[in-house]
């Protein structure tokens, strides 16, 4: 059987294989980090080139705009141009305009760097998950892709750590100029063992139509949502972008099921059941999962009294078990099939957020009330999100794996915007509710008390102090504060328990253990040149290299000389 239906170049050395997952580490890496990097940076990068409020959002968020609605036009030139040659172009384009971020000598310049920044990611990203496909084969593929996604984890944890200390060492500068030799070392690897693929298609062509359309769809809906806690629903600032968004992002799905001739998204992969399955379960997990951490060290910062450290440190746990076990858990995945990982996983997350629940408050201990929850969570999140990914891929076709990564891309970065959008709603609401009720009415009639509330029904989840009010009363808005600030907390909590764990019971009801099917024809030996459960995995054929028994070798050779498969 041919190494293209396989998946996996059976050519490769073990060696070989592990340096193309190293680059692939190292190009989404820096990524994962940038996401996360530049927050700690801000107060210095506003220092420095001014700016003010709006500076300091839109230079994060100028990036993350670029980098989610363009994952799927990556993924799709991914496809056209070949997974290699558009993961070099994206790790170069990266290093280049890290470079720009360093050197920008004003705010404005920065924030375009920025957006450029996460155009270059929106390649690579893709090609790196298309290109662990394109190398390993399905039996290695869960392993592969659990320490890509695992070392993506800590990427996005080491970046306020990483960052904090070049800010506070050094300059913010450094923690973009820091990407540089990263980059360098990634490009080596890349033209050094990255497989040169297929070679591009000559009737291929860029959806131009499809890709802006999806583009500004996604950008639309992503500013809307990043807007939103600023501005409130009925801002114009929220509305137009978003309703603009899905208009046009609608459009891009009728251009591509029914208009265009060559179209850069296959909707028929979503007719593909483990597939469609496979990103709604990703959007659940991730939802539940941007939910938890955006809460979590909001709330422990505000209202537990945690510092920006220990609240920024508290989910390194986290990440140090996807580091451990991701890997393990994609290699049981492959072996017995992801199902149970996906469903269980969930479940057991939930159950980490349940925790996490019932146990923390104003007064909570990080060792006794936060590292349990997180732990159980943890183990949850490492049960799955290898196999999830694994799965999503597996359903695709090899030359459509990078759509198909940059769809489950796209979907896993948005349903955490869309979560904290539509649930920080809820939650403000609660917080607000909760905080009118506990001060009661006789309190908010003194103008000190309403004026300090109205403030902080603007940012909730936080204490309340008011000036000039006797201590009694003073005390009293605390203490109503504190006590709506942890309702409103649990039920952001419980919101993402709940998806959490309707993703789990997604994968136990949706997802198959889809065994691989053998062509006859490629099989002229029969049962004697293999083991018959190798069939469900590998060609009982295709023995490589590998010494053959002797009683095989004469069948297969009878095989070959009477013509049997051909």
């Known amino acids: 059987m041919e190494a293209a239906a396989r998946g996996g170049d059976p050519a490769l050395s073990e060696s070989t294989?592990?340096?193309?997952?190293?680059?692939?580490?190292?190009?989404?890496?820096?990524?994962?980090?940038?996401?996360?990097v530049a927050n700690v940076a801000l107060p210095a990068i506003a220092e420095d080139l001014g700016g003010g409020l709006a500076g300091q959002q839109w230079t994060a968020n100028a990036y993350l705009v670029t980098l989610s609605s363009l994952l799927l036009i990556g993924g799709s030139l991914g496809d056209i141009f070949g997974e290699r040659r558009v993961f070099a172009l994206g790790v170069s384009a990266f290093g280049v305009t890290s470079l720009l971020c360093a050197l920008a000598p004003t705010i404005e310049v920065l924030v375009a760097a920025r957006a450029l920044q996460g155009m270059a990611g929106a390649l690579l990203t893709p090609a790196a998950l298309a290109v662990i496909v394109s190398t390993f084969p399905p039996d290695e593929r869960g392993k592969a892709v659990g320490a890509w996604t695992a070392w993506g984890g800590i990427g996005t944890v080491l970046g306020p750590v990483v960052g904090g200390q070049l800010v506070d060492s050094a300059s913010w500068r450094w923690i973009f100029a820091i990407n540089v030799p990263i980059v360098l070392g990634t490009l080596v690897l890349i033209l050094r063992v990255v497989p040169a693929g297929r070679e591009r298609d000559p009737n291929a062509r860029v959806d131009i139509v499809g890709a802006l359309l999806c583009a500004l769809g996604l950008a639309g809906i992503t500013f809307g949502l990043i807007e939103q806690p600023l501005h409130g629903?009925?801002?114009?600032?929220?509305?137009?972008?978003?309703?603009?968004?899905?208009?046009?992002?609608v459009g891009f799905l009728f251009w591509e099921g029914r208009w265009a001739k060559r179209p850069m998204l296959p909707l028929d992969l979503f007719k593909r059941r483990n597939f469609a399955a496979g990103n709604l379960e990703t959007f659940l997990m991730?939802?539940?999962?941007?939910?938890l951490f955006f809460f979590l060290v909001l709330f422990l910062q505000q209202v537990a009294g945690f510092s920006a450290l220990e609240a920024g440190s508290s989910s390194i746990p986290v990440t140090l078990l996807m580091f451990a076990l991701s890997t393990r858990f994609g290699a049981l995945a492959d072996r017995h099939g992801p199902r149970f990982f996906m469903g269980v996983g969930p479940l057991v997350a939930a159950v980490g957020i349940v925790l996490l629940l019932m146990r923390v408050d104003a007064d909570a201990s990080y060792v006794s009330d936060v590292l349990p929850g997180l732990l159980v969570f943890g183990l949850g999140l490492?049960?799955?999100?290898?196999?999830?990914?694994?799965?999503?891929?597996?359903?695709?076709?090899?030359?459509?794996?990078?759509?198909?990564?940059?769809?489950?891309?796209?979907?896993?970065?948005?349903?955490?915007?869309?979560?904290?959008?539509?649930?920080?709603?809820?939650?403000?609401?609660?917080?607000?509710?909760?905080?009118?009720?506990?001060?009661?009415?006789?309190?908010?009639?003194?103008?000190?008390?309403?004026?300090?509330?109205?403030?902080?029904?603007?940012?909730?989840?936080?204490?309340?102090?008011?000036?000039?009010?006797?201590?009694?009363?003073?005390?009293?808005?605390?203490?109503?504060?504190?006590?709506?600030?942890?309702?409103?907390?649990?039920?952001?909590?419980?919101?993402?328990?709940?998806?959490?764990?309707?993703?789990?019971?997604?994968?136990?009801?949706?997802?198959?253990?889809?065994?691989?099917?053998?062509?006859?024809?490629?099989c002229p030996g029969g049962q004697l040149v293999g083991h018959p459960e190798d069939a469900t995995r590998q060609s009982p054929c295709d023995w490589g290299d590998q010494a053959r028994p002797i009683?095989?070798?004469l069948a297969a050779e009878a095989a070959e000389s009477s013509g049997a498969g051909r």
């Not at 592990?18 to 190292?26: E, N, S």
């Not at 629903?233 to 992002?249: C, D, E």
Request: zero cysteines; charged letters at 15%.
């Open 286 to 291: 991730y939802g539940g999962l941007g939910l």
């Open 17 to 36: 294989k592990r340096l193309v997952l190293v680059a692939a580490i190292l190009g989404t890496t820096v990524v994962t980090v940038d996401s996360t």
């Open 551 to 553: 009683g095989v070798a």
């Open 233 to 249: 629903w009925a801002s114009v600032t929220v509305a137009l972008p978003l309703v603009l968004g899905v208009v046009m992002f």
């Open 382 to 522: 490492s049960m799955t999100v290898a196999p999830l990914t694994m799965t999503v891929l597996a359903d695709a076709d090899e030359h459509n794996a990078g759509i198909a990564s940059g769809v489950n891309n796209a979907i896993a970065r948005v349903a955490g915007l869309v979560a904290i959008a539509a649930v920080g709603a809820v939650v403000a609401a609660s917080f607000a509710s909760k905080l009118e009720d506990e001060v009661g009415a006789a309190a908010l009639r003194r103008p000190e008390v309403a004026k300090a509330v109205q403030e902080a029904e603007r940012q909730p989840l936080s204490t309340v102090s008011v000036q000039g009010v006797p201590d009694d009363v003073q005390a009293s808005v605390s203490e109503s504060a504190e006590d709506a600030s942890v309702a409103a907390f649990h039920v952001g909590l419980g919101i993402a328990a709940a998806l959490v764990a309707l993703g789990g019971l997604l994968g136990l009801l949706a997802i198959t253990n889809v065994r691989r099917k053998v062509a006859a024809a490629d």
